[in-house]
């Protein structure tokens, strides 16, 4: 069945390096990917999305990837402070009226 | 402008006794999603609507559990009589018409006692 999936469960970074958290999906057809970020005790806040006519799109500090060969995408983020740590997702509208497809999450610590 | 709005931010319920949690979208938008969050884990599908219709309802438990979303006022996901089980956190998400990001409210936990 469809799936949307991350890699690692956590990822601990030092404050100012760059992130990588990185995401697999099954479903060829997918076009459009949503990174959401969320923090502690609070809804899942969009980030950036990606349709998939492109293989890079980048935004504030932040980068996603699409590599469509080999169904994976990935979100950098560059210089990554304390105030990125939480959990990431990646999220796919393939459902079957666009509802949202998530995986579990990365849990990124930023250590000071 | 304000963003996607649920109340109440926490609920504690008895077994047996019901829920009542609500929805109010952004401005302009019209559509409406459910999705539930057990502890770490990733959000999981609930239910589709948009005003006055429901239209995909297969993420939900065929018993205990409604949604709706009238022509006036917030959508509103009912859990009847409530068991352990459904302590989760509860989040809405709503997008306009014609795009496809959603945009999530902060959410509602329920706690069953």
């Known amino acids: ?112 | 402008n304000a963003g996607v709005m649920q109340n109440p931010r926490h609920l504690v319920r008895r077994r047996g006794q019901e829920a009542r949690l609500r929805c109010s979208p952004m401005k302009g938008h019209s559509h409406v999603y459910w999705y539930r969050q057990l502890p770490e884990e990733g959000l999981k599908f609930m239910v589709y609507l948009q005003k006055e219709n429901i239209i995909d309802e297969s993420g939900m438990p065929k018993e205990r559990f409604s949604a709706e979303f009238p022509k006036e006022g917030p959508s509103i996901l009912r859990i009847q009589q409530v068991v352990r089980g459904d302590s989760a956190a509860y989040f809405c998400a709503t997008r306009r018409v014609g795009t496809d990001t959603q945009y999530f409210g902060p959410g509602t936990r329920l706690t069953v006692l």
Request: net charge positive; proline share 4%; glycine share 10%.
């Open chain 1, 1 to 112: 069945g469809e799936s949307v999936g991350l890699h690692l469960p956590t990822l601990s970074v030092q404050e100012g390096d760059n992130s990588i958290i990185n995401c697999a999906y099954s479903n060829s057809a997918s076009d459009y990917f949503i990174w959401y970020k969320q923090e502690s005790g609070k809804g899942p806040q969009f980030i950036i999305d990606i349709r998939s006519n492109m293989d890079k799109r980048q935004g504030q500090r932040v980068t996603v990837l699409l590599n469509k060969t080999v169904k994976h995408l990935s979100l950098q983020i560059a210089a990554t402070q304390p105030g990125d740590s939480a959990v990431y997702f990646c999220a796919d509208p393939g459902g079957s009226q666009g509802n949202l497809i998530f995986g579990k999450g990365t849990k990124l610590s930023v250590k000071p």
